[in-house]
């Protein structure tokens, strides 16, 4: 990922809500639970849906990242489409992030 900042290389993001090949989508999945509570809430400050608010998160990744949904149900479609509109705070960013699991050093 840094090569790719420093070169600027743009890195594309493919079905970024897919959990493995087999489990599925992280949204709504019950091994992510306070990842989904915090989608939920920034969603309702937003109005938007959690996949917005996912979508939202990769945009804002300092990568300049691009994300292939993989996906051709409208209603998926308009939720990611959703997420180009939502700017979210490095606050808000960072929330998700270590609500996904993840740690700052």
Request: net charge negative.
């Amino acid at each position: 990922m840094d090569y790719c900042r420093l070169n600027d290389i743009t890195v594309q993001a493919w079905s970024p809500l897919q959990i493995g090949m087999f489990q599925g989508c992280f949204i709504d999945h019950p091994d992510y639970p306070e990842l989904n509570q915090v989608l939920g809430k920034l969603g309702e400050k937003y109005g938007v849906s959690k996949t917005a608010i996912a979508f939202a998160w990769i945009l804002r990744h300092p990568a300049k990242m691009q994300a292939i949904a993989g996906t051709m149900n409208p209603e998926h479609l308009k939720d990611i489409c959703e997420g180009a509109d939502v700017d979210l705070t490095h606050h808000e960013w960072y929330e998700l992030y270590l609500a996904s699991g993840k740690f700052l050093p």
